[in-house]
């Protein structure tokens, strides 16, 4: 296979024709980092392996790709449900294209060619590419609206459609060098500039994406004029006149992030993973162009988000109707909606942030979504997924979105095929530099090579993270360096929960974090959140940091009224549940006191290797009848957040009464 490390670098680096102003910190492409973990290295291949082949063949099966054959000769019926279906293939492809940039594969990669030339003959001869109308122009499907665009600003997801598209076919051009599928993203891109503008068509896309895909179209082909199209699609928000008066978020335009101005927006709003997309390609837009409005807006956006209105577990969108962030502190657990995809579209956006203002606290949310709210939509096996991610599930009863169990697909499969192409990017998110400066972000194992100053350096990571917080790092120059290693210093380890007062620890923890180089303690400044180890560095230095692993009992904000006297459990990153197998059978009647004591034991035949944590607690029981109420002591056992419902179908909670009187009786 055909591999241009120049052009991955331009792609996952954010570099290219020396743009100037960019993020002022560079991720490390994924390309550059070899991992050799426990935790991400299976996972990573289960999605090479299961995950993407799995995901084709769903396309196939359900007609996606026949909708694509069907557009190219102009008949049939459109034979899915949602006009934005054709994003699966897109989003496939763009995963695929990772997994082979690591592993050359020329089965897969045929397999590619030969779908990227169905989709190239669905291509209408100007560029235009949506298989709802192309199918039968003079029928398209409901969403689509008579004529091109005329429903965009709502449900066509036309520009949606294109958007997944940029970022696929950028994917593959990276991976593979082929301009076979760039090339078909270019013509389409092209049409819009034609189409959009301040002298032609005004538009607020209905769902956000394009924006970031026009982005990364810009910065591989140095077009200005994609740039300024994702910026002018940004600006065309708030412009739309809506009820104002009403509550009704479709009525007053706050479900699209269109009630107002972009720059006068200072809340998540509406759909969460419409708006996390608007607020990454806002981030985008304000590092290459230095919109100072953009920056105010986001920051403002970004801190309403993570003080009133994110899970303890990372997710965000908490109600189902509109899958839509809610007010403030609007947090319910039994009803909690999280979609896996508003958690991939968070990871997105607290990576741009980072980039963009070089604060650990952002990292601290990514970490605390992927570990957490992220993964668990996904499951083991990896093929089969949960598009919402529930906070409790009991037997007697289940909120209107709530899945008790995971699916292998969805009619709306975009959570799926999501995850199929943020999983083998996560290496990428591990090391970023700026300058003589190298940040570790994540620890996860393995090996980065990189360039500090225009010098070659390898940076090994050894540990057994995130179930010991033990970690090792090996810095090896290929010659004596001045350089500053900025290792993050996590939040939780330093008696932060998550950067606010949504969340904090029941009690504070008096442990340190202790750095040695070489075997020897070393004193360091701490800057926005980073252990800032500043030095000559020579072949094979040796640095050595212990994060403490403590179990953690986390307390709400009383803000937040569906935890008012309850307790969530974290160790390290991982936040913990009760799941039904563990538990006798249930999972909502046991109470966690205040003063018990938690054990941990790392189990290696359990959900492919977890730490659990066990303690004697109080469960409470009520006979058949109902009207017999008797508390017993029980062991409790409690699993990682993100492997439950792996093995069947059962109760689940995140949150623990601490008393009696907050406990919701049921009967077994």
């Known amino acids: 296979?055909?591999?241009?490390?120049?052009?991955?670098?331009?792609?996952?680096?954010?570099?290219?024709?020396?743009?100037?102003?960019?993020?002022?910190?560079?991720?490390?492409?994924?390309?550059?980092?070899?991992?050799?973990?426990?935790?991400?290295?299976?996972?990573?291949?289960?999605?090479?392996?299961?995950?993407?082949?799995?995901?084709?063949?769903?396309?196939?099966?359900?007609?996606?790709?026949?909708?694509?054959?069907?557009?190219?000769?102009?008949?049939?019926?459109f034979c899915t449900v949602y006009p934005f279906d054709d994003t699966d293939i897109y989003k496939t492809i763009e995963g695929a294209s990772y997994s082979l940039a690591e592993h050359p594969d020329p089965k897969l990669s045929a397999y590619l060619d030969s779908l990227i030339t169905i989709i190239g003959k669905a291509q209408e001869p100007d560029g235009y590419l949506y298989t709802a109308r192309s199918i039968d122009p003079l029928h398209p499907g409901p969403w689509a609206g008579p004529e091109r665009w005329v429903n965009e600003q709502k449900m066509s997801h036309e520009l949606y459609n294109a958007g997944h598209m940029y970022e696929a076919a950028v994917a593959h051009y990276m991976a593979t060098g082929k301009r076979n599928f760039l090339d078909i993203a270019i013509k389409n891109a092209d049409l819009l500039v034609r189409t959009f503008g301040p002298d032609k068509k005004h538009v607020a896309p209905g769902h956000e994406i394009v924006e970031m895909g026009l982005v990364k179209m810009y910065r591989v082909t140095g077009k200005k004029e994609y740039l300024s199209l994702a910026k002018f699609f940004i600006d065309q928000r708030g412009?739309?006149?809506y009820d104002t008066k009403s509550k009704n978020?479709?009525?007053?335009?706050?479900?699209?992030?269109?009630?107002?101005?972009?720059v006068d927006q200072t809340e998540a709003e509406g759909h969460a993973v419409r708006a996390m997309y608007l607020y990454s390609g806002m981030t985008d837009v304000a590092a290459l162009t230095g919109d100072t409005a953009y920056l105010k807006a986001i920051d403002k956006i970004w801190e309403n988000m993570v003080t009133k209105k994110m899970y303890v577990q990372g997710s965000i969108g908490a109600v189902g109707d509109g899958e839509r962030f809610g007010d403030n502190y609007e947090l319910p657990n039994a009803t909690a909606y999280n979609?896996?995809?508003?958690?991939?579209?968070?990871?997105?956006?607290?990576?741009?942030?980072?980039?963009?203002?070089?604060?650990?606290?952002?990292?601290?949310?990514?970490?605390?979504?992927?570990?957490?709210?992220?993964?668990?939509?996904?499951?083991?096996?990896?093929?089969?997924?949960?598009?919402?991610?529930?906070?409790?599930?009991?037997?007697?009863?289940?909120?209107?979105?709530?899945?008790?169990?995971?699916?292998?697909?969805?009619?709306?499969?975009?959570?799926?095929?999501?995850?199929?192409?943020?999983?083998p990017s996560i290496p990428g998110y591990i090391y970023a530099q700026k300058g003589n400066a190298l940040y570790v972000n994540l620890f996860i194992s393995g090996v980065g090579n990189l360039t500090i100053n225009n010098k070659p350096v390898k940076i090994t990571q050894e540990n057994n993270y995130p179930w010991d917080g033990g970690l090792k790092f090996t810095v090896d120059p290929a010659q004596k360096m001045d350089m500053d290693l900025k290792i993050r210093i996590p939040g939780w380890a330093q008696n932060e929960a998550i950067p606010s007062d949504l969340y904090s620890y029941e009690k504070k923890s008096a442990q340190v974090v202790e750095i040695k180089v070489n075997g020897m303690p070393v004193n360091y400044q701490v800057e926005k959140g980073y252990a800032v180890i500043s030095r000559k560095w020579k072949k094979n230095d040796k640095v050595e940091m212990t994060l403490p692993m403590d179990v953690r009992r986390v307390v709400a904000n009383t803000n937040?009224?569906?935890?008012?006297?309850?307790?969530?459990?974290?160790?390290?990153?991982?936040?913990?549940?009760?799941?039904?197998?563990?538990?006798?059978?249930?999972?909502?009647?046991?109470?966690?006191?205040?003063?018990?004591?938690?054990?941990?034991?790392y189990e290696h035949d359990l959900l492919?290797?977890?730490?659990?944590?066990?303690?004697?607690?109080?469960?409470?029981?009520?006979?058949?009848?109902?009207q017999n109420i008797s508390t017993q002591a029980t062991t409790l056992t409690a699993i990682p957040y993100y492997s439950w419902a792996n093995r069947g179908k059962g109760e689940m909670t995140v949150w623990f009464p601490e008393q009696v009187k907050y406990v919701d009786l049921v009967s077994k």
């Open 1 to 77: 296979m055909k591999k241009i490390s120049a052009l991955i670098l331009i792609c996952y680096s954010f570099t290219s024709f020396a743009q100037h102003p960019d993020y002022p910190i560079q991720p490390v492409p994924f390309t550059s980092v070899k991992l050799t973990d426990q935790f991400w290295t299976p996972r990573i291949e289960t999605n090479r392996t299961v995950t993407i082949a799995a995901s084709f063949e769903r396309c196939e099966n359900t007609g996606r790709v026949k909708n694509f054959v069907m557009a190219a000769e102009h008949k049939g019926k």
């Open 239 to 241: 412009h739309k006149v």
């Open 249 to 262: 978020e479709w009525e007053n335009g706050m479900y699209w992030q269109d009630d107002k101005p972009v």
């Open 339 to 423: 979609e896996t995809c508003a958690a991939i579209g968070s990871v997105f956006w607290n990576q741009r942030m980072f980039l963009l203002h070089g604060d650990s606290k952002y990292i601290d949310v990514l970490e605390k979504t992927l570990y957490n709210g992220l993964i668990s939509g996904v499951g083991l096996d990896g093929k089969s997924f949960f598009y919402t991610n529930a906070m409790q599930i009991k037997n007697n009863f289940l909120g209107p979105d709530t899945e008790p169990q995971r699916s292998g697909w969805f009619t709306c499969s975009c959570c799926p095929t999501n995850v199929v192409r943020l999983v």
């Open 560 to 601: 937040v009224p569906d935890d008012i006297g309850k307790v969530a459990l974290q160790r390290g990153p991982i936040m913990y549940c009760a799941e039904w197998k563990d538990n006798n059978g249930l999972a909502s009647n046991m109470i966690v006191p205040k003063d018990i004591t938690f054990k941990t034991q």
């Open 608 to 626: 492919n290797g977890v730490m659990v944590l066990k303690a004697d607690v109080k469960s409470i029981n009520v006979d058949p009848t109902g």
